[in-house]
């Protein structure tokens, strides 16, 4: 799987149940698909670099391939990924959770969570960051979230 893979699913759900989806809220469902999955499962589902940009958690390859839509949806043909029943069911469980919650809303929220917090290292909120959010830094972090749940 890579982080395209994800986008790719999230972007075929998000048509099929008329959900707005745009760059900046598909970069934290990508986000927050690894991030959980680390925690839950201790294994990523992908391997691309995750940045701790301005506005919260970025895959970077992804987020050229979709800056030209800016703030506004992401439209166009995809096709959903082949996935295993498990995953599908764990990234329903995402869309259950995330969908409801628009992209300053899921920006916010990753804002208050210690990966991004960690790799901005005492960054200022406006400054420009290239930081990695390691996936250690998000298994132990969702790993005590799930725990305290």
């Not at 890579?2 to 998000?14: E, H, S, V």
């Not at 995750?50 to 979709?66: F, M, N, T």
């Not at 916010?108 to 959010?133: C, F, K, V, Y």
Request: glycine share 4%.
């Amino acid at each position: 799987m890579t982080a395209q893979d994800i986008a790719d699913y999230f972007i075929d759900r998000a048509h099929k149940s008329g959900s707005f989806l745009s760059n900046l809220k598909l970069q934290k469902l990508v986000y927050y698909a690894q991030a959980w999955h680390l925690g839950l499962y201790e294994t990523p589902i992908f391997n691309d670099r995750i940045e701790a940009w301005i506005h919260g958690p970025v895959v970077p390859d992804l987020y050229r391939k979709y800056k030209n839509f800016g703030w506004n949806n992401i439209d166009g043909a995809v096709t959903p990924p082949n996935i295993d029943a498990p995953l599908a069911e764990f990234l329903e469980e995402l869309c259950r959770e995330y969908f409801s919650k628009d992209a300053y809303e899921l920006e916010l929220m990753t804002h208050q969570e210690a990966p991004w917090i960690a790799a901005r290292n005492g960054l200022p909120p406006d400054a420009n960051s290239e930081a990695e959010i390691t996936q250690d830094s998000m298994r132990i972090y969702y790993a005590s979230c799930a725990a305290a749940a």
